[in-house]
């Protein structure tokens, strides 16, 4: 299992993006802080991941699939870096 960052930008606005939000979801844990990124805990490699995503995006949306590793820094809540220290190998 890896942990991969989602990012987007969702270009239309008005859109409803519901059924993307179901779909991360859909995946074994996620974790979610930042509006537009997700980590996704999965064995899906990044572009699985990245094609399942697409179909829930419009054309002139934006997407990035990275796979996360075991050097990360930042400024985030105790629970993000409990979530993460779980999951990132």
Not at 7 to 36: P, T
Request: some cysteine; proline content about 1%; hydrophobic content about 35%.
């Amino acid at each position: 299992m890896s942990v991969y960052c989602v990012s987007y930008d969702l270009n239309k606005s008005g859109q409803n993006y519901d059924n993307l939000y179901d779909e991360l979801k859909k995946s074994s844990s996620w974790w979610h802080f930042l509006d537009s990124t997700w980590l996704i805990y999965t064995n899906e490699s990044a572009n699985q991941l990245s094609e399942r995503i697409r179909l829930h995006l419009d054309k002139n949306d934006y997407l990035l699939v990275i796979k996360v590793t075991n050097e990360y820094s930042g400024w985030l809540p105790q629970e993000a870096w409990d979530w993460i220290n779980k999951h990132v190998k």
